[in-house]
Structures are given as structure tokens and as C-alpha cells.
């Protein structure tokens, strides 16, 4: 945006700001091939420190540093003291709880820096997409304003005057009136291909596009009004195309599922010909900074693992999404959740016992107490290990090798072996053996299988994930996919 405004000097003062210009220019260079430098973006630390830009953009951590270091006195203290104007702050719902306390008073430090704590001397602006419903929680924003940075905030319906909460809106998509119909569906991976080479011929575009059912007239208006520019010849063809104008009206009311979408739109439900079709709508506009036919955006709702889950028959059966039964030739069979020894790999049953002595996969019980998660080792055609005879003189054992049950493979009856009947009457065919391996707060810090102990933590893992672990994995895999030239976080924000 200020590219066309050299006068205002912008920067980035952050830890990832290089010291010196050299170092800077080099860098911005390899984040940024083939983009020119900006004679109003100041890239480095001592080019800032010379001559502070008009817009300063930062982070909490780094403000702390700037009002503390003596070399960067020059934003706070004489002449550059008196040009504070704003202060902004974007994800503003962010700052809550701890956070936002030392936030709200980093706001104040700066405040009583620059201005001496003068109320309303600048003007502070909070930006969030997700603070706040409708009007009526602009009260509350209100309120949530003020306590961050300290200044008055108000929101009367009845007063503009005293409206200091500027809701977002939503721009409509250009929906045409009519449509002349629909291409072959195939047309769209084909068009996805083309316009995905560096050389884009509007001749192939026009080829495929009489080979697949596309209106000569629509063509030949397409090809008039695009003035040799590829985005503007799709623009022409995709405005009247039934199933981008169906799509347009779908994501008008609501957002929509990619299965759902590709369902509706595509008889043989393709969600192929969906992606290639969002996609050419997406790169479909009369201008290079002009709204698309479908400014679309994927989201991915990521969620761990939540545990492994077995049957142990007909067969063991791993997986990976919570399930309490399965169905085979007509005969149910309880699933279990799983964990395994991290050091011989031997399987466990992992669950509470309820009322019935069924073993059922951790809830509310195990939350509120974790004594009550009980691990049973599947004995697998092998017997435990047996109690170590001089530690058992010493009174030394602190994990005894367990009681050994008769645990039902059908619906999870559970009771010891040294019991005369059986846990249920699915039948004894179906009776798994297993040892009630001893835990303490949700731990096992002996294997019965291998004999190994650890007095910290449990040698036995269940197979649950936590979210950032996982949202790390696959976001590092999906950024690796990206094309080298496309990788620019560094200057653009993604969504």
C-alpha cells in the first residue's frame, strides 16, 4: 500500500530485524527474490535507530526490549517523543487472561513515556476478527478496549456520537443473472493445467473450451473482452457457468464442506473437478487487483489423536478413531483403547471398570481421579515376568506383577481368574486372558511383560497426541509442498 506513498517511512523492529543494512538488504533479498527494495521500507536496526520510521510495526516482546535499551531511546525520547499519533494493536482477543494484565500495562509504560500519561493523547485502535458478535457485545468490547489500553471506550446504539466499535462487512460476490449452462466437467482440471505453465495461451483455453460444450457466443464475448489476458478470458467464461453461480450462492449463505459441495455440484461427486473449479474462479478477475469470481479459502480443522483403539477378535484390530463397538458377521465385539510399553512394545488394555465389572474406555471417572485408569497387559501366549524372590524377602517390590482376569472380547465383562464363573455368558470361547497391571495417578511404572521400571512418568503410553504437536507435523508438511517462489511468509501474511 505505500509503495505509492514514498514520503511514509515504514519498518519491521522485531528479533528477526537485522542489525546492520548490509545484513538486512541480503536478507530481504533471499526471503524476497526478484522483489525491488522500497526506498520508504527501512529494513535494519540502525537505519530505524538513525531516523525512526512514521510507521513502527513490532511485537509485545520486543516493545519490553525498546523501552528498556538504552540505543533505542531515539523512538521514545526528544523530538520523536512528540510524534506518537496511534498506537494499534491487531489480534487484540489475543491479550486476555495474564497476558493481556502485562500487555495492558506495557501499554501504560509507553503511554507514560511518550505523552506523560495524558489521557486520549494518541489514539489507540484495536483490530480482531473474532472479538465480539453482534451489537450486542459491543458493550463488552468496549469494556475489553478500555481495560487493555487504558482510554476511554464507549458504545451507545442510540448516540454515534459515542460509537467507538466499527463492525466489519461483508462484500457481496458479483452473482450474474443467468447462466448459459455448464462444460464438461473435465474442462476445469484441463484449464487447472494450462494456466498453471508459465506461457498461458488463451488459443488453448479457447480449444478446450469448444471441446467441452462452452457456447461459441461465449467464447467468441470471452475472447473480444479479454484483451489477450488469460484471468479475464476465464472471468468471462466462469461468470455465466451454472455451477460457479451454484457455488456462489452456496457460500453466500453459509460456509460449506468440500464433500458436500462436490456432491451437489458433480454427479459422480468429484471433489477433484471442485478443487480445479474454486480454483480457476479463484484466479478468475477483469483485473490484477480487482475481486475474484470466488475469493475462497480452504480451512483445515486439525484435531489429535485421541488414542489408539483395538479388538482383540475375530482379530486384533487397530484404530485410530474412538469407536465402542464393531460389527462382524453378525456378532459384536467391544473396542478397547490401547497403549503399549515403551520398551517391548507389549500391548495394554487401557479403561475403568464400571459398576458391572465391564471395561470401559476412559471418561469423567479417570478425569476426576486418575487411580481409577486401570491398565491390563494382554497376555499374548507368554506369562509376566515373576516377582523378583530377593526383592520380595527384602519387602523391596514396590510393582508386583498383577492379578491375572478373564476379560471378554465381546462386551468387556471383566473378572479374575481365581473366579469360579465366567465374567458373562457370551461364552467362554471369547475369553482373553490378562493381567491388572498396577498404576498409580494414571501411571505404570512396571512392565510385567519385560520387567522394565521407571520411577517417573509410566513406562506404559497411550497413543494420545497433543494438538501442537500435531498442527506442527502437518503444517510444517503442508508448507514443504508449497513452491519455492511461493514461500514468502516472512513479508505476507497467509490465511
Known sequence: MLRNYPAITFGSYTGETEQHESQAIQKFKKVNPGEKLLPNELLSREKMQQSPPHILLSNYAMLEYLLLRPEDNVFFDGVFAQEWRFFVVDEAHTYSGAKGIEMAM??????????????????????SATLGGDKKDFGRVAQFGSGLFGEPFEWHEQDPSRQDIIAGSKK???VADSSWGEPKADLYIKWETLIQKSDVKIFDLIRSSQES??????????EKESSGHWSRFIYHVLAGDKRVLTLQNMLEQKPCYLKDVARQLFKENSEDHLVALVYLANKARLAEHDQPLLPARYHLFIRAIEGGYCTLLPKKQLFLERREKIEVDGKTYAVFETAVC?????????GELNEKNILKQPGNRFYEDPNKL?????????????????????GLTEYPAGERYRLCACCGANNPDSYVDLPCSCGEQYLVPV???RSKDGNVHKCPACGSVISIGSIVRRLVLGAEAVTSVLGTAIYQQIPEGNRRFGRHRSS
Do not use: H, W
Not at 110 to 119: A, E, F, G, I
Not at 213 to 222: E, K, V, Y
Not at 342 to 350: A, D, G, I, P
Open 213 to 222: 460444450g462452452i457456447p461459441t457466443n461465449i467464447i467468441q464475448f470471452a
Open 172 to 174: 457481496n460476490l458479483a
Open 106 to 127: 506495557l501499554l501504560r509504560r509507553l503511554k507514560d513515556r511518550v505523552v506523560k500519561s495524558k489521557p486520549m493523547a494518541v489514539q489507540c485502535i484495536g483490530t
Open 342 to 350: 515403551r520398551q517391548c512394545s507389549s500391548l495394554y488394555l487401557v
Open 374 to 394: 486401570e491398565y491390563y497387559l494382554v497376555l499374548e501366549n507368554r506369562e509376566p515376568l515373576p516377582d523378583n524372590e530377593d526383592e520380595l524377602v527384602a
Open 435 to 437: 493381567v491388572l497391571v
